[in-house]
T-cell receptor
């Protein structure tokens, strides 16, 4: 079993849809949870960063962490074609060594 | 504020050769981490440098080594290149103790033939 599991997709949605992206993990020591967006052949760009459990909202993006279920989610509201990218979840117990999911490829169709 | 930069952008080497990749950290950051991202996979942690010393290492062999310089820039060296070393190498910087996370550079794409 991988330490971080993420459905690789691909996921295709129409413009304006709500997108839900998820990861599960096995290491209960993880305390820091991140979502990165990565365009093709580019470096990952930080979208959301949360510590411990709870929700965090930033514009059209909402991140949720449920440590009891070892489950994290990213919601994208009013999705746009420019949101088409690979979304990576990442987590860490010490904010140093980050463990990534394999990434979910998202396409938002106009 | 200057972001993380990496050089070169692309590199082609042959099996058995050695390679050096470079990274300049974001202004104000004192820690540099290196990750390897194979095609279609998430990044994997190689190691982190803080105060010019290795501050954690992932499951990579000793032929992967690094340096951090007083200006917080960093190098990743890979000896005896293997075909499986072909990947995107990512550098990420952070300010240790700040509670903030890591910010990535654009990466160096290494192809080993």
């Amino acid at each position: 079993q991988k330490e971080v599991e993420q459905d690789p997709g691909p996921l295709s949605v129409p413009e304006g849809a709500i997108v839900s992206l998820n990861c599960t993990y096995s290491n209960s020591a993880f305390q820091y949870f991140m979502w990165y967006r990565q365009y093709s052949r580019k470096g990952p760009e930080l979208l959301m960063y949360t510590y411990s459990s709870g929700n965090k909202e930033d514009g059209r993006f909402t991140a949720q962490v449920d440590k009891s279920s070892k489950y994290i989610s990213l919601f994208i509201r009013d999705s746009q074609p420019s949101d088409s990218a690979t979304y990576l979840c990442a987590m860490s117990y010490n904010n140093n060594d980050m463990r990534f999911g394999a990434g979910t490829r998202l396409t938002v169709k106009p | 504020e200057t972001g993380v930069t990496q050089s070169p952008t692309h590199l082609i080497k042959t099996r058995g050769q050695q390679v050096t990749l470079r990274c300049s950290s974001q202004s104000g950051h004192n820690t540099v981490s290196w990750y390897q991202q194979a095609l279609g996979q998430g990044p994997q942690f190689i190691f982190q440098y803080y105060r010019e010393e290795e501050n954690g290492r992932g499951n990579f062999p000793p032929r992967f080594s690094g340096l951090q310089f007083p200006n917080y820039s960093s190098e990743l060296n890979v000896n005896a290149l293997e075909l499986d070393d072909s990947a995107l190498y990512l550098c990420a910087s952070s300010l240790i103790g700040s509670g903030d996370t890591q910010y990535f550079g654009p990466g160096t794409r290494l192809t080993v033939l």
